[in-house]
């Protein structure tokens, strides 16, 4: 016999065997073992998560000759047609390719017709949402009063594009996206069982690439078994995938925190020679993060971690909480700009150069520095542009104080915006673009920002990050930006300039009408007055 995939070869055969969807199992077992069978059942998910194989399980028990129970033996000739594909009252039917209702309604005409040699005829529908409109609408009286030896069983993974009146007649059942240990665990009994050596790093990086699905998980170990020539190790298993293995990632890391340039330049020239899939390696770079976070928190989690967990724990220990949280925005941000960049390497290198120039040099070294510079700047933000309350005057060395120490933007809200907006030094384009932009408030060291749709869609990584350097400067803070879509208020810096600019118009062209030389101009020659002819003085 020809070779099987990996796959087809360990589906489950019953639902002892199903991972990670016990409150499917849990439910349909139940039902089985108390003889309430419905006539129609919804199984949803993404691709990979077992809903035709609990198809082909649910109808083993319905129809195994045992009897009607939730284990199916597996050994009868109905369990065997059906493992086989040949059994005769059991239909799969592809509504991707049989959408019509031409099709459905010649489906539906063997309903009526009794089993050939059991207790159901099952009709399974896979991706169900493809069928059209007209399709539904003649399935929907069948599904709500089949026969009683009818059984169907519907798999999505768009049950939101089921119409609600179908769904309203079925039991419906969302299978989860399986979790790396999950898939961990079956893939290594399975290559246990095949006899394929393996590491736990190569095991790791497969079930993460797997992304939540058990057959994406072993299709991806059929190529891995191929391209290692049967032995599966890390470095071999990230050369396939496109990315680094762990050490690797754990070492750029390292680079940043302890501000390691000349070694971060050469190991990412070294990366720049391989054919590494970016996009994945950000994704490893910030799972890296967020588990270093996890540690921090919660030290006692280390042992659930599926990555090795001394260099986690050593990594955590050397880096703020805070300043993780810096490197993770700033990773989020630059994995969805890495496409804007002129080359998606290019792309990412920027992004760990971004991450090290925004962590402090030597925080000790320089903490006098920086106090000056904030108390100077602390003693600016109480000019005029920044005026505060009488009630907050008494309270101003303190809050500056406050500031100092923590850094903290709460100072800044809208008024106080438009006021930075002013000081920032920026080209004309890129000013005239943050000019949209509405103050919607700060958490830590972010600052987040409205812009209407169509600006947002024009702003660029470029405009991103002049914009962040001109505010740094005149802040004299680190900071990050984030823009959010949303319309921009009345007071924002370009609302606030045309209002201005308005006023002064009206003003003018008020002035120009109540002008008497003006007037008997009109009154002796006619005429009008052409609004769009005046210019305010001070334009």
């Given at each position: 016999?020809s070779?099987?995939?990996?796959?087809?070869?360990?589906?489950?055969?019953?639902?002892?065997?199903?991972?990670?969807?016990?409150?499917?199992?849990?439910?349909?077992?139940?039902?089985?073992?108390?003889?309430?069978?419905?006539?129609?059942y919804?199984?949803?998910g993404?691709?990979?998560?077992?809903?035709?194989?609990?198809?082909?399980?649910?109808?083993?028990?319905?129809?195994?000759?045992?009897?009607?129970?939730?284990?199916?033996?597996?050994?009868?000739?109905?369990?065997?047609?059906?493992?086989?594909?040949?059994?005769?009252?059991?239909?799969?039917?592809?509504?991707?390719?049989?959408?019509?209702?031409?099709?459905?309604?010649?489906?539906?005409?063997?309903?009526?017709?009794?089993?050939?040699?059991?207790?159901?005829?099952?009709?399974l529908?896979?991706?169900?949402?493809?069928?059209?409109?007209?399709?539904?609408?003649?399935?929907?009286?069948?599904?709500?009063?089949?026969?009683?030896?009818?059984?169907?069983?519907l798999?999505t993974?768009?049950?939101?594009?089921?119409?609600?009146?179908?769904?309203?007649?079925c039991l419906?059942?969302?299978?989860?996206?399986?979790?790396?240990?999950?898939?961990?665990?079956?893939?290594?009994?399975?290559?246990?069982?095949?006899?394929?050596?393996?590491?736990?790093?190569?095991?790791?990086?497969?079930?993460?690439?797997?992304?939540?699905s058990?057959?994406?998980?072993?299709?991806?170990?059929?190529?891995?078994?191929?391209?290692?020539?049967?032995?599966?190790?890390d470095?071999?298993?990230?050369?396939?995938?496109?990315?680094?293995?762990?050490?690797?990632?754990?070492?750029?890391?390292?680079?940043?925190?302890?501000?390691?340039?000349?070694?971060?330049?050469?190991?990412?020239?070294?990366?720049?020679?391989?054919?590494?899939?970016?996009?994945?390696?950000?994704?490893?770079?910030?799972?890296?993060?967020?588990?270093?976070?996890?540690?921090?928190?919660?030290?006692?989690?280390?042992?659930?971690?599926?990555?090795?967990?001394?260099?986690?724990?050593?990594?955590?220990?050397?880096?703020?909480?805070?300043?993780?949280?810096?490197?993770?925005?700033?990773?989020?941000?630059?994995?969805?700009?890495?496409?804007?960049?002129?080359?998606?390497?290019?792309?990412?290198?920027?992004?760990?150069?971004?991450?090290?120039?925004?962590?402090?040099?030597?925080?000790?070294?320089?903490?006098?520095?920086?106090?000056?510079?904030?108390?100077k700047?602390?003693?600016?933000?109480?000019?005029?542009?920044?005026k505060?309350?009488?009630?907050?005057?008494?309270?101003?060395?303190?809050?500056?104080?406050?500031?100092?120490?923590?850094?903290?933007?709460?100072?800044?809200?809208?008024?106080?915006?438009?006021?930075?907006?002013?000081?920032?030094?920026?080209?004309?384009?890129?000013?005239?673009?943050?000019?949209?932009?509405?103050?919607?408030?700060?958490?830590?060291?972010?600052?987040?920002?409205?812009?209407?749709?169509?600006?947002?869609?024009?702003?660029?990584?470029?405009?991103?990050?002049?914009?962040?350097?001109?505010?740094?400067?005149?802040?004299?803070?680190?900071?990050?930006?984030?823009?959010?879509?949303?319309?921009?208020?009345?007071?924002?810096p370009?609302?606030?300039?045309?209002?201005?600019?308005?006023?002064?118009?009206?003003?003018?062209?008020?002035?120009?009408?109540?002008?008497?030389?003006?007037?008997?101009?009109?009154?002796?020659?006619?005429?009008?007055?052409?609004?769009?002819?005046?210019?305010?003085?001070?334009?």
């Amino acid at each position: 016999m020809s070779y099987q995939v990996l796959a087809r070869k360990w589906r489950p055969n019953n639902f002892s065997e199903v991972v990670g969807q016990e409150h499917v199992v849990k439910a349909l077992s139940n039902s089985l073992d108390s003889n309430k069978i419905h006539q129609a059942y919804l199984l949803s998910g993404t691709r990979g998560v077992g809903k035709t194989t609990l198809g082909r399980i649910l109808t083993k028990c319905l129809n195994c000759e045992e009897g009607l129970k939730s284990s199916p033996c597996n050994k009868c000739s109905s369990c065997e047609a059906i493992n086989e594909g040949r059994f005769i009252d059991f239909q799969e039917v592809d509504a991707a390719s049989r959408r019509g209702v031409e099709e459905t309604q010649q489906l539906l005409e063997t309903v009526m017709h009794m089993p050939g040699s059991s207790r159901y005829k099952v009709y399974l529908i896979d991706e169900v949402h493809m069928l059209s409109k007209h399709s539904f609408n003649a399935l929907l009286k069948t599904l709500e009063e089949p026969p009683p030896h009818v059984v169907f069983i519907l798999a999505t993974t768009e049950p939101e594009n089921v119409p609600a009146t179908v769904l309203s007649r079925c039991l419906q059942f969302h299978l989860k996206n399986l979790t790396p240990a999950q898939l961990s665990e079956r893939l290594i009994k399975i290559l246990k069982e095949e006899g394929v050596k393996f590491d736990s790093e190569s095991i790791n990086q497969i079930s993460r690439a797997g992304r939540g699905s058990l057959r994406d998980c072993l299709t991806i170990a059929d190529q891995a078994i191929a391209f290692c020539n049967g032995k599966l190790t890390d470095s071999n298993v990230s050369e396939m995938l496109g990315t680094l293995p762990y050490d690797h990632v754990y070492s750029l890391i390292d680079c940043v925190i302890n501000e390691k340039s000349n070694e971060l330049v050469r190991k990412l020239k070294t990366i720049s020679n391989l054919n590494v899939d970016y996009q994945r390696l950000m994704d490893l770079l910030l799972e890296a993060l967020q588990q270093m976070a996890i540690v921090q928190i919660s030290p006692e989690s280390v042992s659930d971690l599926d990555l090795p967990s001394q260099e986690i724990v050593s990594l955590a220990s050397s880096i703020e909480a805070e300043e993780i949280q810096i490197l993770y925005q700033i990773g989020l941000i630059a994995k969805r700009d890495l496409d804007l960049a002129p080359n998606i390497g290019d792309g990412f290198e920027m992004a760990l150069l971004r991450m090290m120039s925004f962590l402090p040099e030597d925080q000790v070294k320089d903490k006098t520095k920086k106090k000056e510079k904030k108390e100077k700047k602390d003693e600016a933000l109480v000019n005029e542009d920044f005026k505060p309350s009488k009630e907050a005057k008494e309270s101003t060395p303190k809050k500056v104080k406050s500031r100092n120490a923590d850094t903290s933007l709460d100072f800044l809200d809208q008024k106080k915006w438009n006021s930075v907006f002013n000081s920032l030094q920026l080209d004309s384009g890129t000013k005239q673009l943050i000019s949209h932009c509405s103050f919607l408030r700060t958490e830590d060291s972010v600052v987040y920002f409205s812009m209407p749709k169509d600006k947002l869609e024009i702003l660029n990584g470029s405009h991103r990050e002049k914009f962040q350097d001109s505010l740094r400067e005149i802040l004299d803070l680190e900071c990050l930006i984030f823009f959010e879509e949303g319309e921009a208020n009345d007071i924002s810096p370009n609302k606030t300039k045309e209002k201005q600019k308005t006023k002064k118009f009206n003003k003018a062209a008020e002035s120009i009408k109540n002008d008497p030389k003006v007037k008997n101009i009109l009154s002796s020659l006619g005429g009008k007055v052409v609004e769009s002819s005046i210019t305010p003085k001070d334009s």
